[in-house]
C-alpha cells in the first residue's frame, strides 16, 4: 500500500530556530518524494523533491530508504516560513501523488 | 503563463444535484490529474488524464467521472452529490515527456453541497 504519514498537523517554532517537519512513507519499490507548499491564500506548489537534490528557499529534505522517512529541515527559520506544508510521493512516469495529511507550521516572531 | 485555470472557484449545490468541474492545464503540459481535499485532510487522487483516456483512478465512486478534450482542459463531473463531496477539488497538470516534469497545481474549485 502507497501512504504518507506526517505526524504533526500543528508545529509551532520561533524565528531563528531550526525547523524539522516529519515525512514517513510507505511504497513497494522506489517512489518519488515531494514537498508540497501552500502560503496563506495561495495554490499548493513545489517546494522540493528528492532527486533534484536541491536547496529551495533554505529547505532541504533527504530521502532515508531505510527508515523510509523524508523530513525537510531548515536550520533557521523565518517568519514568511508559516504556511502548510505536505509531504507526497508519486510511483515513477508521472502516476498520481500520494499526500500526507500535512502539517501547519507556524513560525513566532 | 497563466499556469493552470480552474472554474467556478466556488460553487454550492443541493444533495442529489449533478456538477461540472473545468480545469485548463499549464502550457505545454498534456496530463491532467484531479484531486478531492476535504477540510483538513491532504488531497487524495481521484483520476488521471491523458491522451483524452482515463489513465489511472483513485479509490472514488463511478459517480465521478471526467473527460480530456484535444485542448488537453478538463472536466470533472460528480453526479448525485452528496454532502460528503463538500471539499475543494484541485486540478493538477503535468507532462511525462518533459524531463524534469512537476505537477503544477491550481487554485481550486470550492464545492459546497447542501
Known amino acids: 500500500a502507497q501512504r504518507v504519514t506526517q505526524p504533526e498537523k500543528l508545529l509551532s517554532v520561533f524565528k531563528g530556530a531550526p525547523v524539522e517537519l516529519k515525512c514517513n512513507y510507505s511504497?513497494?519499490?522506489?517512489?518519488?518524494l515531494f514537498w508540497y507548499v501552500q502560503y496563506s491564500r495561495q495554490r499548493l506548489q513545489l517546494l522540493l523533491r528528492?532527486?533534484s537534490r536541491e536547496s529551495i528557499k533554505g529547505f532541504t529534505a533527504d530521502l532515508n530508504k531505510g527508515e523510509t522517512s523524508f523530513h525537510l529541515k531548515k536550520p533557521f527559520a523565518q517568519e514568511e516560513d508559516s504556511a502548510m506544508y505536505y509531504c507526497?510521493?508519486?510511483?515513477?512516469?508521472?502516476?498520481?501523488?500520494?499526500f500526507g495529511q500535512g502539517t501547519r507550521l507556524t513560525i513566532n516572531p | 503563463d497563466a499556469g493552470v485555470t480552474q472554474s467556478p472557484t466556488h460553487l454550492i449545490k443541493t444533495r442529489g444535484q449533478q456538477v461540472t468541474l473545468r480545469c485548463s492545464p499549464k502550457?505545454?503540459?498534456?496530463?491532467v490529474s484531479w484531486y478531492q481535499q476535504a477540510l483538513g485532510q491532504g488531497p487524495q487522487f481521484i483520476f488521471q488524464?491523458?491522451?483524452?483516456?482515463?489513465?489511472q483512478r483513485g479509490n472514488f465512486p463511478d459517480r465521478f467521472s471526467g473527460h480530456q478534450f484535444p485542448n488537453y482542459s478538463s472536466e470533472l463531473n460528480v453526479n448525485a452529490l452528496l454532502l460528503g463531496d463538500s471539499a475543494l477539488y484541485l486540478c493538477?497538470?503535468?507532462?511525462?515527456?518533459?524531463?524534469?516534469?512537476?505537477?503544477?497545481f491550481g487554485s481550486g474549485t470550492r464545492l459546497t453541497v447542501v
Open positions: 502550457s505545454g503540459h498534456d496530463t
Open positions: 488524464y491523458y491522451e483524452e483516456e482515463e489513465r
Open positions: 528528492h532527486i
Open positions: 511504497y513497494s519499490g522506489s517512489p518519488e
Open positions: 493538477a497538470s503535468s507532462s511525462p515527456k518533459q524531463v524534469d516534469y512537476g505537477y503544477t
Open positions: 507526497a510521493l508519486s510511483g515513477p512516469g508521472a502516476q498520481k501523488l500520494v
